[in-house]
Structures are given as C-alpha cells and as structure tokens.
Nanobody, 120 residues
Framework: QVQLVESGGGLVQAGGSLRLSCAAS????????MGWYRQAPGKQRELVAT???????NYAESMKGRFTISRDNAENTVYLQMNSLKPEDTAIYYC??????????????WGQGTQVTVSS
C-alpha cells in the first residue's frame, strides 16, 4: 500500500508565501514523476507543476515565476514553494506521484489534498 501525505497548507495574506510538502511512503519500488494539481471551488482540477526524477520541471503559465517545485528523491518527497500568492490561488492542492510497487506495476497515486487560502 502506498500513501502520499501532504502538509503545509493554510491561510496567508495576498503577497505572502507558503511551502507545501508531500511525502510518499509504503510499498514503493520506485518513484517517477511527481507534481501538484489544484482545484478551486466550482472549477476543474488544474495542473500546477510537475517534476521528473532528474529534476526537470514544468509549470502552468500562471504559476511561472511565483511557484517553484522541487523534490528529494532519497525521501520520496516533493515540495512546492509558493510566493507572491494571490486570492485566485485559493484552492485545495493535491500532490501526485507515478509510483511502481514492483518492476511491472506502475500507477498514479494522489494525496488527500491540503487547503490553501489567500486573503485579499
């Protein structure tokens, strides 16, 4: 069994910063790409950022320059540093990871979500 546990969400004023963490644990053979999505009330889940094992990152356009994704491969953990936060960044943030539980079993796993609220 695999678990992704997120932390670091909360309430912050516009212009502030938050750092999210997501640690994968359990029956892990290897971890591939990791990333973050978010879902605001009444909206579809959208990509925030992804990062490969080698550290190549990809961001949604509206997050470029404000958000930074990073990972610690030894700890199977992905981070999201969010700066210059705006009220429109308010959402539940979900981490995901492509995880192998054996050499032939690969699937995406999701965290439970962490609330980020940015006040104006």
């Amino acid at each position: 069994q695999v678990q992704l546990v997120e932390s670091g969400g909360g309430l912050v004023q516009a212009g502030g910063s938050l750092r999210l963490s997501c640690a994968a644990s359990g029956n892990i053979y290897s971890v591939g790409a990791m990333g973050w999505y978010r879902q605001a009330p009444g909206k579809q889940r959208e990509l925030v950022a992804t990062i490969t094992v080698g550290g190549t990152s990809n961001y949604a356009e509206s997050m470029k320059g404000r958000f930074t994704i990073s990972r610690d491969n030894a700890e199977n953990t992905v981070y999201l540093q969010m700066n210059s936060l705006k009220p429109e960044d308010t959402a539940i943030y979900y981490c995901y990871a492509a995880i192998k539980t054996s050499w032939y079993q690969l699937r995406d796993y999701w965290g439970q979500g962490t609330q980020v609220t940015v006040s104006s």
